[in-house]
T-cell receptor, first 111, second 114 residues
Framework: GENVEQHPSTLSVQEGDSAVIKCTYS??????FPWYKQELGKRPQLIID?????GEKKDQRIAVTLNKTAKHFSLHITETQPEDSAVYFC??????????FGTGTSLTVIP | DADVTQTPRNRITKTGKRIMLECSQT?????MYWYRQDPGLGLRLIYY???????NKGEISDGYSVSRQAQAKFSLSLESAIPNQTALYFC?????????????FGPGTRLTVL
C-alpha cells in the first residue's frame, strides 16, 4: 500500500514568517493530495488540495506544490498568524479511494 | 461540520465489552470512512464503504467490524474491546458522484478501554 511520510513533526515560527511542511509518498498511482488542519480538540478540516495534473495551487496565504517525479508535495503558509497554530496533516489517495495520512506537524506561531 | 455527526462523543468501557460507534450524515454523500487517531501516528483508516452494499477493509481492520445500514449511516463495532483500542475515532464522508474527493469529518468519538 501507500506510505506517506511527513516532516517536520513540530515547527515553531515567528508571527509573519513562512512555514513549510513536506510530505513524500511511495505509490506513483496516487493522484489526490489534500492537506488538513486540526485545531486542539477539533475535527480535521480540509484547507487545500491538489491533484496530480497540477504542479501548484494557491489560496490566499496557503499554497501547495507537487513534484510527481520525486513523489513529494509541500504546504506553504506565508505571513503566519497565531491562529495558524494547529496540527497539519497531509494525505495521499488514488481516485479518492483509500486515504493514507502523514503523522502530522504541530505548528506553533509565536506572537 | 454539523452535517456529519457521531455518537457517543465520549465513551469509557472495560476490556471485553462490545462497543458500537455510530456515524450519521445529512450531506447525501455516498462514501463513508472510519479512522482512528493516535498521538504521533496520524489518522489510520479502519474501514470504508462506497455504498450500502460495499464494505472494504482499511489499514487496521483487525478487531473491528462495520455496518452500513443506509446511505446515511455507518457504524463501527468493537466486538471485544481491548486497551490498545483506546483512541479518538473519526467518521468521514465524501461524494464520489460529484467527482470530488474532499472528505468531511465528524466531530470524533473519544473511546477509552480500561
Amino acid at each position: 500500500g501507500e506510505n506517506v511520510e511527513q516532516h517536520p513533526s513540530t515547527l515553531s515560527v515567528q508571527e509573519g514568517d513562512s512555514a513549510v511542511i513536506k510530505c513524500t509518498y511511495s505509490d506513483s498511482a496516487s493522484n489526490y493530495f489534500p492537506w488538513y488542519k486540526q485545531e486542539l480538540g477539533k475535527r480535521p478540516q480540509l484547507i487545500i488540495d491538489i491533484r496530480s495534473n497540477v504542479g501548484e495551487k494557491k489560496d490566499q496565504r496557503i499554497a501547495v506544490t507537487l513534484n510527481k517525479t520525486a513523489k513529494h508535495f509541500s504546504l506553504h503558509i506565508t505571513e503566519t498568524q497565531p491562529e495558524d497554530s494547529a496540527v497539519y496533516f497531509c494525505a495521499a489517495s488514488k481516485n479518492g479511494n483509500q486515504f493514507y495520512f502523514g503523522t502530522g506537524t504541530s505548528l506553533t506561531v509565536i506572537p | 461540520d454539523a452535517d456529519v455527526t457521531q455518537t457517543p462523543r465520549n465513551r469509557i468501557t472495560k476490556t471485553g465489552k462490545r462497543i458500537m460507534l455510530e456515524c450519521s450524515q445529512t450531506k447525501g454523500h455516498d462514501r463513508m470512512y472510519w479512522y482512528r487517531q493516535d498521538p504521533g501516528l496520524g489518522l489510520r483508516l479502519i474501514y470504508y464503504s462506497f455504498d450500502v452494499k460495499d464494505i472494504n477493509k482499511g489499514e487496521i481492520s483487525d478487531g473491528y467490524s462495520v455496518s452500513r445500514q443506509a446511505q446515511a449511516k455507518f457504524s463501527l463495532s468493537l466486538e471485544s474491546a481491548i486497551p490498545n483500542q483506546t483512541a479518538l475515532y473519526f467518521c468521514a464522508t465524501s461524494d464520489f458522484r460529484r467527482s470530488t474527493d474532499t472528505q468531511y469529518f465528524g466531530p470524533g468519538t473519544r473511546l477509552t478501554v480500561l
